[in-house]
């Protein structure tokens, strides 16, 4: 009874399977469950070792040795036969004996119910002296997070690996903020509704995304959202113009960098958004999440990526990579299987700024969490570009020249 799996329990329970229904009630009340097995089990252990003394007295009389060569023979007989060898055999087939058990438990705890209540007023009485706390029903036992993601990570026959990815991801999902998952505001592409008509139309023409943000004069200040399919009409009947661009526009729908996405993904359903401009503390834009970019965080990536991005990564047949500094630094643990750490800078640019103190030149190599990388290309006091290495191992060496740096 005590061997069950609980949960397993309750399953069969909701599927109306009747031992299931009565082994839960058992075990709602763990004290007379335990009250009843006990009482019975500690008579009929009495009764055994009684009776084999009055056989011992009737054969052999009064000697003390045939009385003691009795008390060891009934103390085996009962370990082996009525106390280890039947637990055992339970513990391995808990199931299989305990919901046939419950039809005989139930009728049996109703019978001896004055007995046990009368046994657990001393039991009880004990635990308040002891100041311990009574024994806990079937309903308190719940399962942490980590636990259930220890359940997860051990039922890998069971669950095939990409479901098991999905529950993984899903559990991290009130850890995570929009600026976790948020494009860059550098890799935000958006329009200027001051730019040319001209240059505004080649824009529109060669974008690879549905929504674009407008802004005046510089790309903080978004003043709406277009839609491209919205201003098709435009296009086709040659009547584009600023005018006609900003009737278009959809009001703008910014969110605070510390939304957790799971919320995040909630406000978009309710509001009826696909797309949100993330702002820090003072309403400075920091960037910009969609709800693809949710999405792909647990089911992994399915939306068709632009030529400019960094969608693809796989390690070159040397074992490095060349990224871009902006890269977020969860994609990239994520796609290549890397350990950097996320509890600081977001990118792979701000994760080597504050490692170094300081904005290197081209050439600098550094080493963080274990993975090799090269500062290939800087600008403007950014990280542009940089080469990753695989981590060390026999098969691939580290590349020489490689020096960490403190």
């Known amino acids: 009874m005590m061997a069950l799996n609980r949960y397993r329990l309750r399953a069969m329970v909701r599927m109306g399977n009747r031992g299931a229904i009565i082994a839960a009630e058992l075990l709602a009340h763990t004290d007379r469950l335990l009250g009843v097995i006990l009482l019975m089990n500690n008579l009929l252990n009495a009764a055994a070792a009684v009776l084999v003394s009055v056989i011992t007295v009737s054969l052999f009389g009064q000697d003390k040795i045939a009385l003691g060569l009795g008390t060891l023979a009934v103390t085996f007989?009962?370990?082996?036969?009525?106390?280890?060898?039947?637990?055992v055999v339970a513990a391995a087939n808990s199931e299989r004996i305990a919901l046939p058990a419950a039809f005989v438990l139930k009728p049996l705890l109703r019978l001896l119910t004055p007995v046990v209540w009368f046994v657990n007023l001393f039991v009880y009485a004990l635990l308040f002296i002891t100041r311990l706390r009574p024994l806990p029903g079937e309903n308190s036992q719940r399962l942490t997070v980590e636990e259930l993601r220890h359940l997860v990570l051990e039922s890998s026959q069971i669950i095939p690996k990409k479901h098991q990815s999905i529950l993984m991801n899903l559990f991290d999902l009130e850890s995570i903020t929009v600026e976790d998952v948020m494009?860059?505001?550098?890799?935000?592409?958006?329009?200027?509704?001051?730019?040319p008509i001209e240059s505004i139309a080649g824009q529109l023409a060669t974008?690879?995304?549905t929504r674009l943000p407008v802004y005046l004069g510089e790309p903080g200040k978004v003043i709406?959202?277009?839609?491209l399919r919205h201003v098709l009409h435009l296009v086709?009947?040659?009547e584009l113009d600023r005018q006609g661009l900003e009737g278009l526009l959809a009001k703008p729908y910014f969110v605070p960098a510390g939304t957790p996405v799971f919320e995040q993904l909630q406000f978009f359903q309710e509001a009826r958004q696909r797309i949100a401009l993330v702002v820090d503390e003072y309403g400075e834009l920091l960037g910009l999440v969609t709800m693809e970019d949710i999405i792909e965080e647990f089911v992994g990536e399915f939306t068709t990526s632009a030529p400019s991005g960094t969608g693809i990564f796989s390690w070159g047949e040397d074992g490095s990579i060349l990224v871009e500094g902006g890269t977020s630094l969860r994609e990239l643990n994520r796609k290549?299987?890397?350990?950097?750490?996320?509890?600081g800078p977001k990118t792979l640019n701000g994760l080597i700024l504050e490692y170094l103190q300081e904005i290197p030149e081209a050439g600098v190599w550094v080493k963080i969490a274990n993975t090799a990388m090269e500062i290939v290309q800087t600008q403007d006091r950014t990280i542009k570009t940089v080469r990753l290495f695989k981590a060390p191992s026999e098969?691939?060496?580290?590349?020489?020249g490689t020096a960490s740096v403190r």
């Open 183 to 195: 494009t860059p505001r550098a890799r935000i592409e958006s329009i200027d509704i001051e730019a």
């Open 395 to 400: 098969e691939n060496p580290p590349p020489r």
């Open 336 to 343: 290549l299987s890397l350990s950097l750490p996320l509890d």
């Open 77 to 87: 007989l009962i370990l082996v036969f009525s106390e280890i060898s039947p637990k």
């Open 236 to 238: 086709q009947n040659g």
């Open 224 to 227: 709406g959202v277009l839609h």
């Open 207 to 209: 974008s690879y995304h």
